[in-house]
């Protein structure tokens, strides 16, 4: 076990998987000599050379192109998008290539390729630098959708993102880059693509979420505990697929629910989340299901990032709202 920050955790993830497989290739802009805009890559240029590790234009949309290219002849290429909010490009090559490479193909071919992005706010960043826009994929049949929360999650994901056969979204917190450590493992591991995590357990109502937020619940469910309500957390670490069995679950044995997301609160994750509790649960629920999300807006500039981000208030209003039905 080694204390590892998330970028520390990546980092390991993509030394590891590049000695395991030579056809793992990196490629994105600044991701080789500087070791990337956060520095994920760093070191990867130095011991596996140009070929491996290979910095691009300032192209989103040939950076995934490229991809879809070497994915068909044979490689596993890791893609990164320096920022989410940079992704928009790139995504006619993704809806109308990467996620149905196999479908197109009948099954001849598949697109073994991880496109990473730093995803969401909390670093008082520029605009088009905080969007937490994952909710866009899920709307494109083929491609997988991948966040973690933890630095242990986000090294055992990105190598089950590599070995994957199929395209993987795979969205990283930029406020949880360097803000969390824990003990991560050493030895070679993965965490499953689609089965989430439960990170609190609890009996009163449950708060579902993923990515940075997760943090945010736990804050949340700490203070509740001193108001005599028991809150548990479910992380769901994967949005595409999703794991609904994990959810129903916990609503069975809470009867409340409170989805936590950072995107924003209009056609987001949360939405199919709780339009399948309704459809599929609604006799375990004994209170309506509350949604806690950013705004309908264009991500604010950073005077006013605090105002839009779900906070532990905003989670603890929620769940009394919930627990007072």
Known sequence: MTTM???????????????RDKNVILLGEDVGKDGGVFRVTEGLWQEFGDDR????PLSESGIVGTSVGLALAGFKPVAEIQFMGFDYPAFDQIISHVSRIRNRSRGRYTCPLVVRMPSGGGIKALEHHSESTEALYLQVPGVKVVMPATPSDAKGLLAAAIRDPDPVIFCEPKKLYRSIKEDVRDDDYIVPIGKARLAREGKDVSLITWGAMVHVCLEAAEKLQQQNVNAEVIDLRTLSPFDFEAIVMSVRKTNRAVIVQEGQRSCGVGAEIAALLAEKNIADLAAPIVRVAGWDIIYPLAKLENYYLPDATRVMKAVAKVMGW
């Open 53 to 56: 590790v290979i910095d691009t």
């Open 5 to 19: 920050t998330m970028v520390q955790a990546l980092n390991a993830a993509l030394r590891a998987e590049m000695k």
